[in-house]
C-alpha cells in the first residue's frame, strides 16, 4: 500500500509535471493507494473554488482512508521529531511528522515531495514510494 502525501496531490491537481506525479498517474487504478485523513484535509484546504474542492473530494473518496494520528502515533512521533532533533534536524510541520510516522509503524511507502521526509529516510526506515 502506498500513501501519498498532500505535496505530490496538489502538484497533480495542478497539472504540474514531475516525478511524483508521474509515478502517481501510473499507480492511479493499477495499485492499491491510500490518503490520510490530515492529507485530506491539507489538499480540500486548498482549493480554490466550492467546484474544485467538490471535484477533488470525489477524486479522493475512491483511495483507502487511512487516519493518522491516535496516542501511539502521537508519542512515536514525537520520539521521532526528538530522536531527528538530537540530530540538528528540525522538520517543520508536525503533520509530515505524524504522516512519516504511520507509514513506518505500518510499514507503508509514502509517495512524497517534501523535503521534510527525507530524513525520515535517511535515518528512520521510511520507506519512499519513488524507486531511487
Not at 510499514?107 to 526506515?125: E, H, K, T
Request: charged content about 25%; overall charge negative; glycine content about 6%.
Amino acid at each position: 500500500m502506498i500513501l501519498v502525501d498532500s505535496s505530490v496531490w496538489i502538484d497533480y491537481f495542478r497539472g504540474s509535471v514531475t516525478a511524483e506525479t508521474d509515478l502517481l498517474d501510473s499507480l492511479l487504478g493499477i495499485e492499491p493507494l491510500a490518503i490520510g485523513d490530515l492529507i485530506l484535509a491539507e489538499v480540500l484546504q486548498g482549493t480554490s473554488s466550492e467546484r474544485d474542492f467538490d471535484r477533488v473530494r470525489r477524486r479522493l473518496k475512491t483511495l483507502e482512508l487511512i487516519v493518522i494520528g491516535g496516542e501511539a502515533i502521537a508519542i512515536q512521533a514525537a520520539r521521532n521529531y526528538r530522536a531527528l532533533r538530537s540530530q540538528g534536524i528540525t522538520i517543520r510541520k508536525t503533520i509530515d511528522t505524524l504522516i512519516a510516522t504511520h507509514c513506518i509503524e505500518d510499514n507503508l511507502q509514502l509517495l512524497f515531495s517534501d523535503r521534510d521526509f527525507d530524513p525520515f529516510v535517511a535515518l528512520l526506515g521510511l520507506r519512499s514510494a519513488l524507486p531511487t
